[in-house]
């Protein structure tokens, strides 16, 4: 069985710019949650996803958005990128929110 | 403020030796897990303990849970150079706090020298 596929694995952006990350949960799974991990601040939860409806939402600004496709991919969109979004963006997958989380690698995003 | 708190915030150990790893939270829970982080990579779930239980075993790892102190410990014995890594306590809020994913704490940086 494939695990959490994250794509892309790094990413250079500069102020301003907009991104856009994608998650491929582990098949069966229709739970999808993104987080945000930093040196600083360790991993934040920013949303969830249940069948293509988002559950659950972190406390972070606006600028932070996703969704979550039929086939339980998700995406999630930073707009307006700002230096403070640099951080490692780790997507988990269950098969519901009580179950364990199965991570994929990451996507390492820098704002230049 | 963070549901969870990892103590110590940085282990250094010999090969061979036992590692423990502490974790406090605040809310009540319908469980807790541990998760290892290999540097800059996906942390990968280790062991699940729900709050009506009171220790767990899996391979070399002994986790124990102490709902009346809102605390756990992790235990890895006879530890190898490959358990270096940073390792999370994630707490999953119980019904009165539905609502919220499972909380992370800061994380205990291991390292296992050879």
């Known amino acids: 069985k494939a695990g959490v596929t994250q794509t892309p694995r790094y990413l250079i952006k500069t102020r301003g710019q907009q991104v856009t990350l994608s998650c491929s949960p582990i098949?069966?799974?229709?739970?999808v949650s993104w987080y945000q991990q930093t040196p600083g601040q360790g991993l934040q939860f920013l949303f969830e996803?249940?069948?293509?409806?988002?559950?659950n939402k972190g406390n972070f600004p606006g600028r932070f958005s996703g969704r979550q496709f039929s086939n339980s991919r998700s995406e999630m969109n930073v707009s307006t990128l700002e230096l403070g979004d640099s951080a490692l963006y780790l997507c988990?997958?269950?098969?519901?929110?009580?179950?364990?989380?199965?991570f994929g690698s990451g996507t390492q995003l820098s704002v230049l | 403020s963070q549901q969870g708190e990892e103590d110590p915030q940085a282990l250094s150990i010999q090969e061979g030796e036992n590692a423990t790893m502490n974790c406090s939270y605040k809310?009540?829970?319908?469980?807790l897990q541990w998760y290892r982080q290999n540097s800059g990579r996906g942390l990968v779930h280790l062991i699940l303990?729900?709050?009506?239980?009171r220790e767990k075993h899996s391979g070399r790892l002994r986790v124990t849970l102490d709902t009346s102190k809102k605390s756990s410990s992790l235990l890895i014995t006879a530890s190898r150079a490959a358990d270096t890594a940073s390792y999370f306590c994630?707490?999953?809020?119980?019904?009165?706090?539905?609502?919220?994913?499972?909380?992370f704490g800061p994380g205990t940086r291991l390292s296992v020298l050879p």
């Open positions: 988990a997958s269950s098969l519901d929110r009580t179950e364990k989380l199965f």
């Open positions: 098949s069966g799974h229709r739970s």
């Open positions: 996803y249940f069948s293509e409806t988002q559950r």
């Open positions: 809310t009540s829970i319908n469980n």
């Open positions: 303990i729900r709050s009506n239980e």
């Open positions: 994630a707490t999953e809020p119980d019904r009165d706090n539905y609502g919220q994913n499972f909380v």
